[in-house]
Every structure is written in structure tokens, then in C-alpha cells.
């Protein structure tokens, strides 16, 4: 299957995260690799131009995936083992089937911490002030496709897409605070910023419709606060210069087949003021 410019449904996230496309496509997690590390380290991670890269799926149970999957495909995403722990033969037999029809397998207690996290999750935002209302009106899941400028092919998977392209919501968690003021150093941290602006680019590409976006973030522990995001027009002005220099930097990558990492040069580096205070404290204390 060759994934070719437009929007598409019940496409496997696994042959999305492989690529899916005739040319190398940029995504956004590749984008924000090329404006916060190197070309190298995105030619590392790109699993068209990196035979070797592969998608580790971990053993270990991450609630925020099963949580995510849960809330915006349903109960049937989940196959759920009632036992203890993955040890016994049978057990490993019916995890290995589920992860094969893309199911997520999840044991008895983590099910139950599952759902409660995504009950909380539907409360909160039934009641929730945003305008259109989150998660309504559209599909989970879906991909995008298009070509951008400087022929660049670029592809983006959703969490949620209203069917008339005015909003996209995503939908995070965290083990930490998903209160906004302590959220927005997460944000950057992720590149959360850099994937709003190049959804956005994406869907007014394909429909010429510039949608609002949504971040939904909750953090895992009870009570499951949830509190809803978005960036202000400073903020999404920056990313979306981001974006285009990540695509100017991708297109040339391609062009000349050259992914250099850090500058070549030599980089001098200054004394921070912190350090220097540091310092003078323990003069001052050995004196």
C-alpha cells in the first residue's frame, strides 16, 4: 500500500510509522529533529532512509498509550487477559494475537486503571467550554498526505479530525502536571508546538481549510485532572516559521543527499552567570 496525497481512513499505524510513501515523507516529529538536533539525527529516525530504524514495542505497559487508544478508538482496541502477569505460555500467546489484529493487550488491574483514566477523560470534556466541542463531529486516527513546498512529500497521523477540517484534537497525558503553566515546558520539551503547526499546514494544504488545534492533556494519577490547550498567536506564529524551515532544511537534505550533525566548527563556551556565581559563593566560603 502506497500512501498517495490526501486524507485517509483505516490506515494500519504501522505502516504509517514505516513510511508508506514512494519518496521520503517528513512528519513532524522528524521536522522538530531537524530544528532542535541535526539532519543526521532525522535520517536516523527515519524509517525510509534508515533500514535499520525500527519502532521498539516495549513490554512494558505504558497506561498513557493504552489510555489514548482507548478514548479515541473504543473498547475494541483493547484485548484484556484476566490474570495476574504475561508469563504463563497461554497468556504470551493471547498477548502476541491481540498486538497482530493491532489490539493493545492489557492485563485485568491495568484495564481497570485504564478506563477509569478515560472515564474521568469523557467527564471532563463533555462539560469543557471549548467551541467546536472536543472530539465531536469527526474520526479518529486519521493520515494525511500532501505535497508541500519545494516538492517535499509530508504525512501526519491525527488523534481526531472534525469532518468540516475546523478543529484537530490531540489528545496527551502525562505522569507529571497537566496544569497549562507547568504543561508549556513539556510542550517545547516534545516538539508539541512544532506538531501544531505542521497539522494545521497540513489540513489547509489538502482542504484549504486552516483549522484551530487543540491539545487535551490528563495527567494519570487520580483525580485525572484534564485541562485543554491551545497556542496563543505568538506562539503559533513561531512554530509555524519552525516548520518552514524544517521543510527548506529536509528539501536540501534530499536534494544533495548530505545530513550533516552539529556545526563543524569549533564552539566556544562562555561562563554562565550561574556557574560564575557558583564559584564566588565557594571562594567566599573558603576565604
Not at 19 to 24: A, L, N, S, Y
Not at 100 to 107: A, D, H
Given at each position: 500500500?502506497?500512501?498517495?496525497?490526501?486524507?485517509?481512513d483505516?490506515?494500519?499505524?504501522?505502516?504509517?510509522?514505516?513510511?508508506g510513501?514512494?519518496?521520503?515523507?517528513?512528519?513532524?516529529?522528524?521536522?522538530?529533529?531537524?530544528?532542535?538536533?541535526?539532519?543526521?539525527?532525522?535520517?536516523?529516525?527515519?524509517?525510509?532512509?534508515?533500514?535499520?530504524?525500527?519502532?521498539?514495542?516495549?513490554?512494558?505497559?505504558?497506561?498513557?498509550?493504552?489510555?489514548h487508544?482507548?478514548?479515541?478508538?473504543?473498547?475494541?482496541?483493547i484485548?484484556?487477559?484476566?490474570?495476574?502477569?504475561?508469563?504463563?505460555?497461554?497468556?504470551?500467546?493471547?498477548?502476541?494475537?491481540?498486538?497482530?489484529?493491532?489490539?493493545?493487550?492489557?492485563?485485568?488491574?491495568?484495564?481497570?486503571?485504564?478506563?477509569?483514566?478515560?472515564?474521568?477523560a469523557?467527564?471532563?470534556?463533555s462539560?469543557?467550554?471549548?467551541?467546536?466541542?472536543?472530539f465531536?463531529?469527526g474520526?479518529?486516527?486519521?493520515?494525511?498526505?500532501?505535497?508541500?513546498?519545494?516538492?517535499?512529500?509530508?504525512?501526519?497521523?491525527?488523534?481526531?479530525?472534525?469532518?468540516?477540517?475546523?478543529?484537530?484534537?490531540?489528545?496527551?497525558?502525562?505522569?507529571?502536571?497537566?496544569?497549562?503553566?507547568?504543561?508549556?515546558?513539556?510542550?517545547?520539551?516534545?516538539?508539541?508546538?512544532?506538531?501544531?503547526?505542521?497539522?494545521?499546514?497540513?489540513?489547509?494544504?489538502?482542504?484549504?481549510?486552516?483549522?484551530?488545534?487543540?491539545?487535551?492533556?490528563?495527567?494519570t494519577?487520580?483525580?485525572?485532572?484534564?485541562?485543554?490547550?491551545?497556542?496563543?498567536?505568538?506562539?503559533?506564529?513561531?512554530?509555524?516559521?519552525?516548520?518552514?524551515?524544517?521543510?527548506?532544511?529536509?528539501?536540501?537534505?534530499?536534494?544533495?543527499?548530505?545530513?550533516?550533525?552539529?556545526?563543524?566548527?569549533?564552539?566556544?563556551?562562555?561562563?554562565?552567570?550561574?556557574?560564575?556565581?557558583?564559584w564566588?559563593?565557594?571562594?567566599?566560603?573558603?576565604?
Amino acid at each position: 500500500m502506497t500512501l498517495t496525497p490526501g486524507i485517509h481512513d483505516a490506515i494500519p499505524s504501522e505502516h504509517y510509522h514505516n513510511g508508506g510513501t514512494t519518496t521520503p515523507s517528513l512528519s513532524a516529529s522528524i521536522a522538530n529533529l531537524l530544528i532542535t538536533k541535526s539532519a543526521a539525527h532525522a535520517r536516523a529516525n527515519h524509517p525510509t532512509l534508515n533500514p535499520n530504524h525500527k519502532r521498539k514495542e516495549s513490554d512494558r505497559f505504558d497506561i498513557g498509550t493504552a489510555a489514548h487508544a482507548l478514548l479515541l478508538q473504543g473498547d475494541n482496541i483493547i484485548a484484556i487477559w484476566d490474570g495476574d502477569d504475561w508469563r504463563k505460555k497461554d497468556a504470551q500467546a493471547f498477548r502476541d494475537a491481540a498486538r497482530s489484529q493491532g489490539r493493545i493487550p492489557l492485563l485485568a488491574d491495568q484495564a481497570d486503571d485504564v478506563r477509569a483514566i478515560v472515564s474521568a477523560a469523557r467527564q471532563q470534556v463533555s462539560y469543557h467550554t471549548a467551541q467546536p466541542a472536543l472530539f465531536t463531529d469527526g474520526k479518529p486516527e486519521q493520515t494525511l498526505v500532501w505535497e508541500d513546498d519545494h516538492g517535499v512529500l509530508c504525512r501526519a497521523r491525527l488523534d481526531w479530525l472534525r469532518d468540516d477540517y475546523q478543529a484537530i484534537d490531540d489528545y496527551k497525558t502525562t505522569s507529571a502536571s497537566a496544569d497549562p503553566d507547568r504543561w508549556t515546558r513539556t510542550m517545547y520539551g516534545i516538539g508539541a508546538d512544532v506538531q501544531v503547526a505542521f497539522y494545521e499546514r497540513g489540513v489547509e494544504r489538502l482542504t484549504g481549510i486552516r483549522p484551530v488545534f487543540r491539545y487535551a492533556v490528563q495527567e494519570t494519577y487520580p483525580p485525572y485532572a484534564l485541562s485543554v490547550v491551545d497556542l496563543a498567536p505568538s506562539a503559533l506564529e513561531l512554530a509555524r516559521d519552525k516548520v518552514s524551515m524544517a521543510i527548506v532544511r529536509w528539501a536540501r537534505c534530499l536534494e544533495e543527499d548530505a545530513w550533516p550533525a552539529y556545526d563543524q566548527r569549533v564552539a566556544s563556551i562562555e561562563a554562565p552567570t550561574w556557574e560564575e556565581m557558583r564559584w564566588l559563593e565557594r571562594q567566599e566560603v573558603a576565604a
